[in-house]
């Protein structure tokens, strides 16, 4: 008995403090889970029960399932809507001995503070990330060029020849474009061969100043 009495004075306690320090929006409790339909053995900022209640915190009964694992799991910070509308983070943690079985119920409603938590995601709400913009402006930018450079030349990129190809290099070396991100992968990809061949053609185009 000197066990049960010390586990629920401590509870209480506990549920005190913790009700006095989130202020009145937080509701705490402590249940006896061993008593039919669990009543309310000490409340705190109560939100409309009272101790000796059997309501849970939708503000109705368990259905048999929903009773069962209420006893024998914890709870930890789950959303709650109630019946009356009221949006609460609720807590339940179980507490056993060998000759008790307490709970201690952790509601706080933050239903006022839903428009602030609109108005928050909004100002905080962002489009793409800022590297995956670059990326795709660059990818833009880098297929802008590459069209206007074979534009230039006036032959299909199938019908190009070794010299067009490399005509083709120098335009785009001309007009930057491989200071840009993966830009050889892009023009390899775009006609048709390897990284290793476009580097070979930029090197040549070094070094020879007249092609």
Do not use: W
């Not at 009272?50 to 910070?77: A, H, K």
């Not at 030349?153 to 020849?161: D, L, N, Q, R, V």
């Amino acid at each position: 008995m000197a066990e049960k009495e010390t586990a629920l004075e401590f509870l209480i306690r506990t549920a005190e403090a913790i009700a006095s320090t989130f202020g009145s929006n937080c509701e705490t409790l402590i249940q006896d889970m061993q008593q039919p339909g669990h009543p309310i053995v000490a409340i705190f900022h109560s939100h409309g029960r009272q101790p000796g209640s059997t309501e849970d915190v939708f503000g109705s009964d368990l259905n048999p399932q929903m009773l069962y694992e209420y006893i024998q799991e914890d709870s930890v910070n789950t959303m709650v809507v109630t019946k009356a509308g009221r949006t609460i983070k609720s807590t339940t943690i179980h507490y056993k001995g060998s000759d008790f079985h307490y709970a201690l119920g952790i509601n706080f409603d933050y239903t006022a503070l839903l428009p602030a938590i609109a108005i928050v995601r909004d100002l905080t709400e962002t489009g793409e990330e800022l590297d995956e913009h670059l990326e795709r402006q660059r990818s833009l930018r880098i297929d802008e060029l590459f069209e206007d450079c074979v534009a230039s030349i006036g032959k299909p990129i199938p019908s190009m020849k070794r010299q067009d190809k490399l005509y083709l290099i120098r335009l785009l070396k001309d007009r930057k474009v491989f200071d840009l991100q993966k830009s050889v992968t892009y023009v390899a990809e775009r006609l048709g061969t390897s990284r290793y061949t476009i580097y070979k053609y930029i090197h040549e185009i070094e070094e020879n100043h007249e092609l």
